[in-house]
């Protein structure tokens, strides 16, 4: 990946995000202030992954030129490039270690690699998955982790153990996610339209809760019922569950009785990416929308168009639960990944480039839509 906007920002880069404004002060002035090119050498590859580190100083990349690149939030700059062209390379994870990334392979086979990025070494295998990871759950308290795969298992890993420490047989298990609190384990299972929790300390017991999206898909996503759910996330108080789509939109449901309390709408087609599944030959992601990092707002791509779309989860939505956006960011070109910096006033976006946002100081509102 090359940087496609020269350095001169640096230094604005910088006082944006020491700002300790609260998001709702700045959600509608966030602007694309740097953009990196996914490869040197072929401009058709895809960003799949993108992770920020527990400071929100670092981000990782991983895409299909199968690299890992890091960036250096502050310094607004690439620090350092990995190939992994052996393996593939694919949900790039931090670790509460800054200095060490775990991901699942495309190629050879479908293990789980820990690397240091420091001497650009392997430090552990996890092996154990028949087919592709779809996703991974970092524990937000502790070196546990969960991973998802195509073979219907679902596995709890140690980062200081090769060997898994437990592990569920369920159908189309694709997306998993840890409360905040890393006492509870939600599993999304597109097939049965259902989400299904779980208490970590007693993983190997039944649910103590499954919330059945099937009535809601019928009403809000009727030609994706069964798939094309995209990303499960817990909003930071733990209240709210998000079910990412890549087509209608997204369920916000109550993450203590699986309630819904909105359809985010608005979108404009699918980003067009697998969701997580590959079955048409559509480049890997892990979903458009996301929390902000204070668990107030969503924020996710508009399909097919060059917008970034943000919902306030805290405005009523109207009689037949759809929350439409409050405010449209205009974009340069389709996102189809976005995160959340967990600290600063900065948000990342990619397709085929990777763009920072910061919110702009004086700036006018984004228009509403």
Not at 78 to 98: E, I
Request: glycine share 6%; net charge negative.
């Amino acid at each position: 990946m090359a940087e496609a906007q020269p350095q001169q920002q640096q230094q604005q880069q910088q006082q944006a995000l020491q700002s300790t404004q609260k998001v709702s002060d700045v959600i509608r002035n966030y602007r694309p202030t740097k953009a990196f090119r996914t490869s040197k050498h072929d401009a058709s590859q895809h960003v799949t992954s993108l992770d920020f580190d527990d400071q929100g100083d670092y981000l990782v990349a991983a895409g299909e030129d199968e690299t890992i690149q890091v960036f250096d939030i502050k310094e607004g700059k690439s620090t350092k490039s990995v190939p992994s062209k052996k393996y593939g390379v694919h949900l790039a994870r931090f670790t509460h270690h800054s200095r060490q990334i775990l991901h699942a392979s495309t190629k050879v086979d479908d293990s789980l690699r820990l690397l240091d990025l420091h001497n650009e070494s392997y430090v552990r295998y996890f092996s154990g998955h028949t087919d592709k990871v779809t996703c991974l759950a970092l524990s937000p308290g502790s070196d546990s982790f969960i991973s998802c795969s195509k073979d219907d298992t679902v596995t709890l890993w140690d980062l200081n153990s090769r060997n898994a420490q437990g592990k569920l047989k369920l159908s189309t298990p694709y997306l998993t996610a840890f409360d905040p609190s890393a006492s509870v384990i939600a599993i999304a299972s597109q097939s049965t339209s259902s989400v299904i929790l779980y208490d970590v300390r007693n993983y190997d017991r039944s649910p103590f809760s499954t919330f059945d999206l099937a009535q809601y898909e019928e009403v809000y996503t009727p030609t994706t019922r069964g798939r094309a759910w995209t990303r499960l996330e817990f909003s930071n108080d733990g209240k709210h569950l998000l079910v990412g789509t890549d087509y209608h939109g997204h369920f916000i449901l109550d993450a203590f009785d699986g309630r819904l309390k909105a359809f985010l709408v608005g979108k404009n087609g699918s980003p067009g990416r697998a969701a997580p599944v590959s079955t048409t030959g559509k480049p890997l992601g892990q979903g458009d929308a996301c929390f902000t990092q204070d668990g107030r707002y969503v924020i996710g791509g508009s399909g097919d168009k060059p917008d970034i779309l943000v919902w306030d989860t805290h405005q009523a939505p109207d009689p037949s639960s759809f929350l439409h956006p409050m405010t449209r960011l205009s974009s340069r070109g389709r996102t189809a990944i976005v995160e959340c910096n967990p600290r600063y006033n900065m948000l990342a976006t990619a397709d085929r480039d990777i763009l920072f946002w910061l919110p702009e100081d004086n700036s006018k509102p984004a228009e509403e839509k």
